[in-house]
Every structure is written in structure tokens, then in C-alpha cells.
């Protein structure tokens, strides 16, 4: 038996000149809730696909539980619970329509397994008849999972599965993957909401097909060397603009009604920040230190490696 899950190790992937995946590494714990976050076009997808065999490495090897995606594609068929990022099942059946068809594809049956999904199918049992295509956005989401679910897979592999959804509809979801997870499962999910990085036992941090780093989430923040201040000032616009022009910040980003920066030498410079923007015709000037977020470190990691 494997010692991993997952096992990744060198794989690449390329669509003509496009390097989507480059010779990316990973291994997965079983039992592990593992998140890889990252923008729109990182390579996210790819990867899911590689580990569901819908998609061919271009080099590189990848197996689940000892399975090679390529050689042993059938036998992980038969193990994996996959959700894509687009609503795929069929929405011209009915929600029970739907979960009893995919039950019998893996050959089980909805009273075997129910119940595993009781607690996220208890919110679609209501519109049981109601056809799929009717449902609201946290419905299909919810309908999806419990397709993926019913046949009890070892390994479940969900790409982007809160894109799209609601505040609501997000919280529950990432409630229900707690759920799954006491049953042994593995789960691996992408997204692109820094924020849900802190919900995962471990995130791999992917941009342009490479991981910038991999780690507990509480780790990556806390193994930032960077100082982080948040600034506010009378016209936040200018205030960007005039950033970008100061030769001694790193880096300004903007996160709600404040600006994140950090200083080039990791001194502590707000004096003389203050003077500049007071200089630029900038008031009411607010800068204090706060604790780094994950989203500040996934910024500089992007930015270094940029």
C-alpha cells in the first residue's frame, strides 16, 4: 500500500505553448482536507483533471492510492468521487433521478449509502422530483456533492466547487467537507477564495502552473518575514496611484476599505510614508501594523516569483 493518498511528482502539462503545469510535486495525507488556491488560469483545474484520468500528463507521474493515473485509470474511476467546476449532471432528470443513476453507474443504490449523504441530501429531499435544472445555485452544488458522495469514494476531488454560489451556500459547503472528512475520506479542492485556505489541513499555493509554497495554512502566515500595514486616507484612488510610485513599498494592494503594503527593506517607514503622501496632498492618514493574512502572502509569493 502507498504511504500517500496522492502522490505527485514532476508532473507537467502543456496545451501547445501554454504551460499549464510545471513540474509540480505533492503528496496528499489520506484522510487530508488538501486545498490548492490560486487565481483563475493558475493551473488548478488541470491538475484535478489529471488526478480524475480526464486529462493525460504531459510528463511526470501522478497516482492515488497507489494507482497510476494513466496505467490504472480504471481502478481510480472506481475510487473517486469528482465535482467539476461546471454544474455537469443532468437537468432534465430529477434531483433523485439524478442521484439514483450515478448510484448505479458505481453499482450501489441511494438506501446503501444514504446514510453517508443524509445530511446534505436532507436539504434537496423537499424537491426530490423537482428536476436539476430548476435548482438554485447552492441546490445544484449541494445535488453535485451528493453524486460525487453516494458511492463512497476514497478519494474526492472538487474543482472550484463555491464558485458562483452564495456567502451561504459557500459556509455550507465547506461545513458539509467537514462532515465527509470524519469518514476517513480524502479530499483535495480548489479555489479561488483565499479566504476558505484556512478552512484545509494543508494548501498548496499555485500560480502559473507552479506551487509557491505548501504548508499548513497557520505555517504560511506565520513563516512570513514581512512586516504588513493597512492605510487609509481621504481619497483611496490617489492614494493607490501615489503608492505605486514610491521607490521604497514593495507592494499596495487594495483588501476592503483599506490598503495593504509592505516596504521594500521590511523597516518600519510610516514617518516617512506619512510626509511623502502628506507632500502628494493626501489627509486624514490612518497606518497601522497588522497581522498578515494568507491572501497578503499568496500576493508576495506571486509578486517574487512574477
Not at 433521478?97 to 445530511?119: C, M, P, R, W
Not at 436539476?132 to 456533492?145: H, P, R, W
Not at 510610516?270 to 510626509?275: D, H
Request: aromatic share 8%; hydrophobic share 40%; proline share 3%.
Amino acid at each position: 500500500m502507498s504511504a500517500f493518498a496522492i502522490e505527485i511528482n514532476g508532473l507537467s502539462k502543456s496545451y501547445g505553448d501554454v504551460q499549464a503545469l510545471n513540474d509540480v510535486s505533492l503528496n496528499v495525507e489520506r484522510g487530508e482536507l488538501f486545498g490548492l488556491i490560486g487565481p483563475d488560469g493558475a493551473g488548478k483545474t488541470s491538475l484535478l483533471r489529471i488526478l480524475a484520468t480526464m486529462l493525460l500528463p504531459s510528463s511526470g507521474t501522478a497516482a492515488l492510492e497507489g494507482c497510476d493515473v494513466v496505467k490504472d485509470y480504471t481502478k481510480i474511476r472506481k475510487m473517486i468521487g469528482y465535482m467539476p467546476g461546471r454544474f455537469s449532471l443532468y437537468t432534465d432528470l430529477s434531483v433523485e433521478e439524478n442521484l439514483q443513476f450515478f448510484a448505479t453507474v458505481y453499482g450501489s443504490s441511494i438506501e446503501e449509502n444514504y446514510h453517508f449523504i443524509k445530511d446534505i441530501y436532507s436539504h434537496l429531499e423537499p424537491f426530490k422530483d423537482r428536476l436539476a435544472g430548476k435548482l438554485s445555485g447552492g441546490m445544484k452544488q449541494k445535488l453535485a456533492l451528493c453524486c460525487a458522495l453516494i458511492h463512497r469514494p476514497e478519494v474526492l476531488i472538487l474543482d472550484e466547487p463555491t464558485t458562483g454560489v452564495d456567502v451561504v451556500s459557500r459556509s455550507e459547503l465547506w461545513a458539509m467537507l467537514k462532515n465527509v472528512k470524519q469518514y476517513g475520506i480524502t479530499i483535495i479542492v480548489s479555489t479561488p477564495y483565499m479566504d476558505e485556505a484556512s478552512l484545509c489541513d494543508r494548501v498548496a499555493l499555485i500560480q502559473q502552473g507552479t506551487f509557491m509554497s505548501i504548508d499548513t495554512p497557520a505555517a504560511i502566515v506565520k513563516n512570513f518575514a514581512f512586516a504588513v500595514f493597512e492605510i487609509r486616507t481621504s481619497n483611496m484612488h490617489l492614494l493607490l496611484k501615489e503608492l505605486e510610485l514610491i521607490p521604497f513599498i514593495q507592494s499596495a494592494h487594495l483588501f476592503g476599505q483599506y490598503v495593504h503594503i509592505m516596504y521594500k527593506d521590511n523597516r518600519i517607514e510610516e514617518e516617512k510614508l506619512r510626509e511623502t503622501l502628506l507632500l502628494k496632498g493626501l489627509s486624514e492618514i490612518e497606518i497601522r501594523s497588522i497581522e498578515p493574512s494568507i491572501e497578503d502572502c499568496f500576493i508576495h509569493l506571486m509578486t517574487n516569483n512574477g
